[in-house]
């Protein structure tokens, strides 16, 4: 690329900032690794929990222990991820914080599960909506701001529905909020 | 009468730098250099031209051991850049 250029017209102007602003934007696809990841990590202990409830297992819930190794493994690839970057973007900045925020909400409602009786998956399907929702705007993709829409309605589902159906509830909600838009997500044709 | 264009951005590389640090927080020296497609010298001098001007903020710090040069916008620039884009609208519309 040239340094002085005094003869630039409006339009070679306008297509070097065109260009530019096209060259910065980040790569949506990246993300559906977190949605795929975590949304087969938790379907499989929904439906690990409604099957050791249906067997008489009287701790179904240890299934849930599932979630510490995938912590450890998406806080290790965001780190590497982090350290490999070399632009930072205000989409970038809101979409961690936004994720740090509910991390800490989902752990507040875990700590305090016995106040609610452990009656938590209607609860967190419902508040998944707000993260969930808000990543499809941040990413202007539509299929996960229908995801978002669908915790909602499956965290009603599961307010109506009993106990031991509620993992089956969960499984598909995530289902739909996650795997589906996290595939649509990866294989998505840059715009 | 067009206003005049800020002559320190009606450059080819200094625009492209301008733009892609308008479209993000922060950007390293070797991302700018990939994608103007400049060389490590030149872009060395625009990016201090920007930087005397007052347009952006130049950072240097070390990743483990290799030196790192973060640059990001400031808001001088920011009002810079935008003047500079409605002027180049009034001379697309006219």
């Given at each position: 690329?040239k340094?002085?250029?005094?003869?630039?017209?409006?339009?070679?102007?306008?297509?070097i900032?065109t260009a530019?602003i096209?060259?910065?934007?980040?790569?949506?696809?990246?993300?559906a690794f977190?949605?795929l990841?975590?949304?087969?990590?938790?379907?499989?202990?929904?439906?690990g929990?409604?099957t050791?409830?249906?067997?008489?297992?009287?701790?179904?819930?240890?299934?849930w222990?599932?979630t510490?190794?995938a912590?450890?493994?998406?806080?290790?690839?965001?780190?590497?991820?982090?350290k490999?970057?070399r632009?930072s973007?205000h989409f970038?900045?809101?979409?961690?914080?936004l994720?740090i925020c509910?991390g800490?909400?989902i752990?507040t409602?875990?700590?305090f599960?016995?106040?609610l009786?452990?009656?938590l998956?209607?609860?967190?399907?419902?508040?998944?909506t707000?993260p969930?929702?808000?990543?499809?705007?941040l990413?202007?993709f539509r299929p996960?701001?229908?995801?978002?829409?669908?915790?909602?309605v499956?965290?009603?589902?599961?307010f109506?529905?009993?106990?031991?159906?509620q993992?089956l509830?969960g499984?598909s909600?995530?289902l739909c909020?996650y795997i589906v838009p996290?595939?649509?997500?990866?294989?998505?044709?840059d715009? | 009468?067009?206003?005049?264009?800020?002559?320190l951005l009606?450059?080819?590389?200094?625009?492209?730098i301008?733009s892609l640090?308008?479209s993000?927080?922060s950007?390293?020296?070797?991302?700018?250099k990939?994608?103007t497609?400049?060389?490590?010298?030149?872009?060395?001098?625009?990016l201090?031209?920007l930087?005397?001007?007052?347009?952006?903020n130049?950072e240097?710090?070390?990743k483990g051991?290799?030196p790192?040069t973060?640059?990001?916008?400031?808001?001088k620039?920011i009002?810079?850049f935008?003047?500079?884009?409605?002027t180049?609208?009034?001379y697309?519309n006219?």
């Amino acid at each position: 690329m040239k340094t002085e250029s005094e003869n630039l017209t409006a339009q070679q102007s306008l297509d070097i900032i065109t260009a530019m602003i096209r060259e910065a934007k980040g790569k949506a696809q990246k993300n559906a690794f977190y949605f795929l990841f975590w949304g087969w990590i938790i379907v499989a202990a929904n439906l690990g929990m409604f099957t050791l409830t249906q067997l008489g297992y009287r701790h179904p819930y240890i299934v849930w222990l599932i979630t510490i190794p995938a912590w450890i493994i998406s806080l290790y690839r965001g780190y590497r991820h982090g350290k490999e970057e070399r632009i930072s973007t205000h989409f970038g900045t809101v979409s961690m914080w936004l994720w740090i925020c509910f991390g800490i909400c989902i752990f507040t409602l875990v700590g305090f599960g016995h106040k609610l009786n452990y009656q938590l998956n209607p609860l967190i399907m419902t508040i998944s909506t707000i993260p969930t929702f808000l990543s499809g705007v941040l990413l202007r993709f539509r299929p996960l701001m229908f995801g978002g829409a669908a915790f909602w309605v499956f965290g009603i589902v599961g307010f109506l529905t009993p106990a031991e159906w509620q993992p089956l509830i969960g499984a598909s909600a995530i289902l739909c909020a996650y795997i589906v838009p996290g595939y649509l997500l990866k294989n998505r044709k840059d715009q | 009468m067009f206003k005049e264009l800020d002559p320190l951005l009606h450059s080819q590389l200094r625009l492209a730098i301008m733009s892609l640090l308008m479209s993000v927080e922060s950007a390293e020296f070797t991302f700018l250099k990939d994608k103007t497609n400049s060389t490590a010298g030149n872009l060395s001098v625009q990016l201090d031209k920007l930087s005397e001007a007052g347009y952006i903020n130049i950072e240097k710090s070390f990743k483990g051991k290799k030196p790192l040069t973060t640059c990001n916008v400031t808001k001088k620039g920011i009002k810079a850049f935008e003047d500079y884009v409605n002027t180049l609208k009034q001379y697309i519309n006219k």
